[in-house]
């Protein structure tokens, strides 16, 4: 196999590409076909793929085969997939397993049940995001048991499988009785603080792009209606983001009248951003306006939520953003500068931050300008 022309070899050199020549030849003896390869290549998953197999997960089917799988109608499947937070596959995409069939097959096994659809989008919604979050944390704890200085690519590609694989027959059980005790006692889980971490340790700081989008005027409007609409209000809003958001795009947390989503990469959350503000001009005039703000760099995941510069930065741009806008840093511009349309929003003092902050107004190429950054 030419993995060079395959283009699985860009970048590497020396030891480092002799470890993923192995570890490519590996998987092509595992049985792993090329596309497969390359698609998690190109999505930063190369070193996970054994894992999927250890843990008795692998994609097989298409938007239209899992459809024809689960026997459910097509509306239904979407606003399921969506409450989970999921991704809703194109054309001939293969990003579909035996478990999402499962997952779907039992949520309409709950809806024969008497259980109404709405419950149980809410349950999913509730339940996506939780365990999306104490999947990131599983999987970092499991990195964190094998990883060690020198460890090649293959090396701890092997290592992880083999814990992750050890590790899985474990969690369904956990996870049924954490279920059980919080039906039972009706308590909240406890809120462990952010730590510092060793530099050079996993999950230790990642590049990440992290947005908030508030409502505009949300406290003033607390004046002026019932609790319960109010708390409908801030309900859609957590709706709108879970309707709208794809891979690699995640939700993270409601703060009060905020969501806090972030992403790997900025245009992904750039996109998800702008969407999220058309969506709340559509729900109408009784609906508050959303503004947002963005912000990169270095941040710490910790027990599913995230910590550092970036976070706190994006949270203060969001402050000063006009109703229906979205305001970037220098940074995030500066990553995405061909794909918005960008003015200057000027060099702005804020709240915490040491230093005076360039800004950018993103709006999409399409988008009419006039109006105020």
Not at 102 to 127: C, H, K, N, P, W
Not at 167 to 196: C, D, N, R, W
Request: charged letters at 30%.
């Amino acid at each position: 196999m030419d993995w060079e022309a395959e283009g699985l070899l860009e970048g590497l050199s020396g030891k480092e590409r002799d470890a993923r020549i192995s570890l490519l030849e590996l998987l092509i003896a595992e049985g792993f076909e090329l596309q497969d390869i390359k698609r998690a290549h190109g999505e930063g998953e190369l070193m996970f793929l054994l894992t999927s197999r250890s843990i008795d997960v692998t994609t097989q089917y298409t938007w239209d085969e899992l459809l024809e799988k689960v026997g459910l109608p097509q509306e239904l499947v979407e606003r399921l997939i969506r409450a989970q937070g999921l991704a809703r596959a194109e054309g001939d995409e293969v990003i579909y397993g035996d478990a999402d069939v499962e997952m779907l097959q039992t949520t309409g096994r709950f809806i024969e049940a008497g259980v109404s659809e709405d419950d149980v989008l809410a349950i999913g919604r509730l339940l996506g995001r939780g365990f999306s979050q104490a999947a990131e944390v599983m999987r970092s704890s499991a990195m964190r048991m094998v990883l060690e200085p020198g460890l090649d690519e293959r090396e701890l590609a092997v290592r992880y499988a083999h814990v992750a694989g050890a590790l899985t027959p474990m969690v369904e059980p956990l996870l049924g009785s954490l279920l059980k005790l919080h039906l039972s006692k009706m308590v909240q889980t406890e809120i462990i603080s952010a730590e510092e971490r060793e530099a050079g340790r996993l999950p230790g700081a990642r590049d990440i792009t992290v947005a908030f989008a508030d409502l505009v005027g949300f406290t003033r409007l607390g004046e002026e209606v019932p609790p319960d609409e109010l708390g409908a209000v801030a309900g859609r809003l957590e709706s709108i983001v879970l309707e709208l958001i794809e891979p690699p795009v995640r939700f993270i947390k409601t703060i009060g009248d905020a969501v806090m989503v972030i992403s790997p990469e900025p245009e992904p959350l750039l996109d998800t951003t702008l969407r999220l503000v058309e969506a709340a001009d559509a729900e109408g005039e009784h609906f508050p306006q959303l503004r947002s703000g963005l912000a990169c760099g270095k941040a710490l995941s910790r027990g599913g939520d995230w910590f550092g510069h970036p976070v706190n930065l994006a949270s203060r741009v969001t402050t000063i953003a006009y109703a229906g806008s979205v305001l970037a840093t220098d940074d995030v511009q500066g990553k995405a500068p061909g794909a918005y349309r960008w003015s200057k929003a000027g060099i702005k003092r804020l709240k915490g931050i040491d230093e005076a902050v360039p800004l950018w107004r993103a709006r999409r190429l399409d988008a009419e300008s006039g109006e105020p950054a």
